[in-house]
């Protein structure tokens, strides 16, 4: 069992058009270029594939994919775009499931390690990729670098999106290092907005390496972005890559 909590059906239903622009060819090509390199002629595993945003064109650029999902409801969206003997997903959580054979590419994008809300939880993610992964083979992490530093004294919550339809804004708990993240999204012309909130586990990247070191993975390299730019002090994220020895 896992603390992550599993997308519901109506969340699904709309999840492809509300990150429309994530999903674009102009964001997303760099990302499949990333990991196709990475995979190279061997196979990938997707942790908390989804509805395919990053997994179908990954294998429409010609590298074996497999996915583990927790949502029946998420991969049922990606089925209606791909049949399982194309892309085989099994449901089940990231951290303890296990598919058959071994992969040269296992990754985890979008923040998603953060759905696991135990620190112990994000160990064992770190433990099952290194169980699929062959020799040689690369665990690809993008993660948020936590936005701390804008947090004033005695303040415990950071705007992320404030727009036309959809104001976000994240509140932390600073003692257990949790977030919770808040949305408000327009639904249509009548002035109603719809409220949705999701619990989530930050991590920063020294905390990751500690877990890959546990896992028996090596750090091999850390990019701001999947366009390969240089980590930073400022960078918002970090596109992190750990590699099983020989």
């Given at each position: 069992?896992?603390?992550?909590?599993?997308?519901?059906?109506?969340?699904?239903?709309?999840?492809?058009?509300?990150?429309?622009?994530?999903?674009?060819?102009?964001?997303?090509?760099?990302?499949?270029?990333?990991?196709?390199?990475?995979a190279?002629?061997?196979?990938?595993l997707?942790?908390?594939?989804?509805?395919?945003?990053?997994?179908?064109?990954?294998r429409?650029?010609?590298?074996?994919?497999?996915?583990?999902?927790?949502?029946?409801?998420?991969?049922?969206?990606?089925?209606?775009?791909?049949?399982?003997?194309?892309?085989?997903?099994?449901i089940?959580?990231?951290?303890?499931?296990?598919?058959?054979?071994?992969f040269?590419?296992?990754?985890?994008?979008?923040?998603?390690?953060?759905?696991l809300?135990?620190?112990?939880?994000?160990?064992e993610?770190?433990?099952?990729?290194?169980?699929?992964?062959?020799?040689?083979?690369?665990?690809?992490?993008?993660?948020?670098?936590?936005?701390?530093?804008?947090?004033?004294?005695?303040?415990?919550?950071?705007?992320?999106?404030?727009?036309?339809?959809?104001?976000?804004?994240?509140?932390f708990?600073?003692?257990?290092?949790?977030?919770?993240?808040?949305?408000?999204?327009?639904?249509?012309?009548?002035?109603?907005?719809?409220?949705?909130?999701s619990?989530?586990?930050?991590?920063?990247?020294?905390?990751?390496?500690?877990?890959?070191?546990?896992?028996?993975?090596?750090?091999?390299?850390?990019?701001?972005?999947?366009?390969?730019?240089?980590?930073?002090?400022?960078?918002?994220?970090?596109?992190s890559?750990?590699?099983?020895?020989?």
């Amino acid at each position: 069992m896992t603390s992550s909590e599993p997308c519901t059906h109506a969340t699904a239903d709309r999840y492809d058009a509300e990150e429309a622009e994530a999903s674009s060819a102009a964001v997303l090509g760099p990302t499949i270029a990333f990991l196709a390199e990475f995979a190279g002629e061997g196979r990938a595993l997707e942790f908390a594939i989804g509805t395919g945003r990053v997994g179908v064109p990954l294998r429409e650029r010609g590298v074996p994919v497999v996915g583990i999902e927790l949502s029946e409801h998420m991969a049922a969206v990606l089925r209606r775009k791909v049949d399982e003997d194309r892309l085989p997903v099994v449901i089940g959580d990231m951290a303890t499931t296990v598919v058959p054979g071994g992969f040269a590419l296992v990754y985890l994008v979008y923040d998603t390690i953060t759905n696991l809300l135990t620190q112990d939880e994000q160990v064992e993610c770190f433990r099952n990729a290194a169980r699929h992964l062959e020799p040689g083979g690369r665990f690809v992490i993008e993660l948020g670098v936590p936005p701390l530093r804008l947090l004033p004294p005695g303040q415990v919550a950071v705007p992320f999106d404030v727009s036309q339809r959809h104001l976000g804004f994240d509140t932390f708990d600073l003692v257990e290092q949790m977030l919770v993240s808040h949305h408000f999204t327009r639904d249509g012309d009548d002035g109603r907005y719809r409220r949705e909130n999701s619990r989530h586990r930050y991590a920063w990247s020294a905390e990751l390496d500690l877990m890959a070191r546990i896992a028996g993975l090596e750090l091999e390299r850390r990019v701001a972005d999947w366009d390969g730019s240089a980590f930073a002090q400022d960078s918002a994220k970090h596109i992190s890559v750990w590699r099983k020895p020989t």
